[in-house]
């Protein structure tokens, strides 16, 4: 898999995309994560990459030229799945988009910033937008990051324990169920006996007791959904 993510602000993700999980993947391989500067792509011999919006609205907008030479220059090189703007009214990022994005082989992430894009860019060359939540951040880099930590561990071979990801939250719009470790009776804090008992059978049931306890009391919605 690779993932080109295009920015204003580079030095935001550099650190993310070298440390941790992204920086194993990557090691092994599996992915390939490319962040590019965004003014490296403008005419402007003042690099800048936005301009003041027709109508007199407040605020800087994103223009066409750099974006359009930047994402084309990308495209000239390989075919993309999927070209995605981080936009806070984009579609909601979940853990089943995660899912799907993860099967993908080559992803753009287009990283909004000031105002916002010039409309045409989002009209003729975005195939997806996408927030993660109801609300508004300075650009969108804490998005990409994001958005790129949910789909690079699942990529198979990422993590070295593969059925982690799938025991996941959210997976089977469940939320996880508690989870211990030794020992098993701290200050008399105990770790509950089916856990201890090895009985695989009744060790699973209560796994998914709690997570519909859990669901149930922290999350509803998402036993609505099913």
């Given at each position: 898999?690779?993932?080109?993510?295009i920015?204003v602000?580079?030095?935001?993700?550099?650190?993310?995309?070298?440390t941790?999980?992204l920086?194993?993947?990557?090691?092994k391989?599996l992915?390939?994560i490319?962040?590019h500067?965004l003014?490296d792509?403008?005419?402007?011999?003042h690099r800048?990459?936005?301009?003041?919006p027709?109508?007199?609205?407040a605020?800087?907008?994103?223009?066409c030229?750099?974006?359009?030479?930047?994402?084309?220059?990308?495209?000239?090189e390989?075919?993309?799945d999927?070209?995605i703007?981080?936009?806070?009214d984009?579609?909601?990022?979940?853990q089943?988009m995660?899912?799907?994005?993860s099967?993908?082989?080559?992803?753009i992430?287009?990283?909004?910033?000031?105002?916002?894009i010039?409309?045409?860019i989002?009209?003729?060359?975005?195939?997806?937008?996408?927030s993660?939540?109801d609300?508004?951040?300075?650009g969108?880099?804490?998005a990409?990051?994001v958005?790129?930590?949910?789909i690079?561990?699942l990529?198979?071979g990422?993590?070295?324990?593969?059925?982690s990801?799938l025991?996941?939250?959210?997976?089977?719009?469940?939320?996880?169920?508690?989870?211990?470790?030794?020992?098993?009776?701290?200050?008399g804090w105990?770790?509950p006996?089916v856990?201890?008992?090895?009985?695989e059978?009744?060790i699973?049931?209560?796994?998914?007791?709690?997570s519909?306890?859990?669901t149930?009391?922290?999350?509803?919605?998402?036993?609505e959904?099913?």
């Amino acid at each position: 898999m690779r993932i080109d993510i295009i920015t204003v602000l580079p030095e935001m993700l550099d650190g993310f995309v070298n440390t941790s999980i992204l920086a194993r993947a990557q090691k092994k391989g599996l992915v390939e994560i490319h962040v590019h500067n965004l003014r490296d792509y403008t005419l402007d011999k003042h690099r800048r990459v936005d301009d003041y919006p027709f109508g007199g609205f407040a605020g800087m907008v994103m223009a066409c030229q750099p974006i359009d030479a930047c994402i084309s220059a990308l495209k000239a090189e390989r075919e993309y799945d999927e070209v995605i703007f981080t936009t806070p009214d984009g579609e909601q990022f979940d853990q089943p988009m995660a899912n799907e994005l993860s099967l993908k082989r080559n992803l753009i992430i287009l990283c909004g910033h000031y105002k916002g894009i010039d409309y045409r860019i989002r009209e003729h060359l975005i195939t997806k937008e996408v927030s993660i939540g109801d609300y508004v951040l300075t650009g969108g880099e804490l998005a990409a990051a994001v958005m790129s930590d949910a789909i690079v561990r699942l990529v198979p071979g990422v993590l070295s324990d593969e059925q982690s990801a799938l025991s996941d939250s959210f997976q089977d719009n469940l939320l996880a169920a508690p989870v211990y470790t030794r020992p098993a009776d701290y200050k008399g804090w105990k770790v509950p006996e089916v856990l201890l008992s090895g009985h695989e059978a009744k060790i699973k049931e209560w796994e998914l007791a709690q997570s519909l306890e859990r669901t149930q009391r922290l999350r509803p919605d998402l036993l609505e959904e099913k």
